[in-house]
Each structure stands twice: as C-alpha cells, then as structure tokens.
C-alpha cells in the first residue's frame, strides 16, 4: 500500500461528500487533529482509521480506498448479469452535481509519478 495514495483516496472522499476535514474528522469519530496531520503525510492512515471510514461510509469500497482497485462507491452501479462490464481497472471518481451558484473553477490530475496538471476554467 502506497500512504500517499490513500492519502489522496480519503481526500477525494471528502471532496465527493463535500466535506471540510473537521466534519469528515467528526464523521468518522477522530481528533481533527488527526486528520491533520494525515493530510499533512505527519501520520499514515492505521486499520482502524480505515475501518472508521468503512463504518462512517459504507459506499465507500475498500478495495479502492486501500489499493485503488475498482471506484470510489464500489459495485453499486454494477450490471447484474456482467460484472466485469463497469469494472474499472483504476479509481473512477465523478464529480457531485455542483449547485447553480457555485462553478469549477479548476481541476487538478494527480499523476502517480508525483507530478500534476492544474486546468482552469477559461
């Protein structure tokens, strides 16, 4: 398992839930310190935080929080009779409906060689 991948995982949780880190740290029953620090790479994510997560968001797919493997909620939109049909090779994350008042204002592509990419809306 690679932390700093994780560590992008969870953000991209709270990014989904429209979560700040207090009330995702709230959420899932730790200090916000906590979060803190494991946002910051201070603190590696430990299987009861996981599990906190897992209790707290049960659409959230474990395999895809630990490994990346599959889509942030899991088989939910699975066909019955194919499963392998959606089964993505590699974290699928789609983005919430935004409100009317609010716009993309950027969207940033992690890369797993540590680079990134930042687009902005022109």
């Known amino acids: 398992m690679k932390t700093k991948e994780i560590v992008y995982r969870i953000e ?9 880190a207090a009330i995702f ?9 906590g979060i803190s620090h494991l946002l910051k790479g ?10 906190k997560i897992k209790d707290a968001f049960p659409d959230v797919d474990v395999n895809w929080l630990l490994f990346g493997r599959g889509s942030l909620e899991g ?6 009779e194919n ?13 919430k409906p935004t409100p ?6 950027s969207i940033v ?8 990419k930042t687009h902005k809306e022109v």
Request: proline content about 7%; charged content about 25%; glycine content about 4%.
């Open 12 to 20: 991209s949780i709270m990014l989904h839930y429209d979560l700040s």
């Open 25 to 33: 740290a709230d959420k899932i029953g730790v200090q916000r310190s």
């Open 42 to 51: 201070r603190n590696k994510p430990s299987l009861d935080f996981i599990l």
């Open 75 to 80: 088989n939910q939109n699975q066909d019955k």
């Open 83 to 95: 499963p392998k049909a959606l089964s993505p090779t590699k974290a699928t994350l789609l983005p």
């Open 100 to 105: 009317r008042d609010k716009q993309i204002d």
């Open 109 to 116: 592509i992690f890369y797993t060689d540590g680079t990134f």
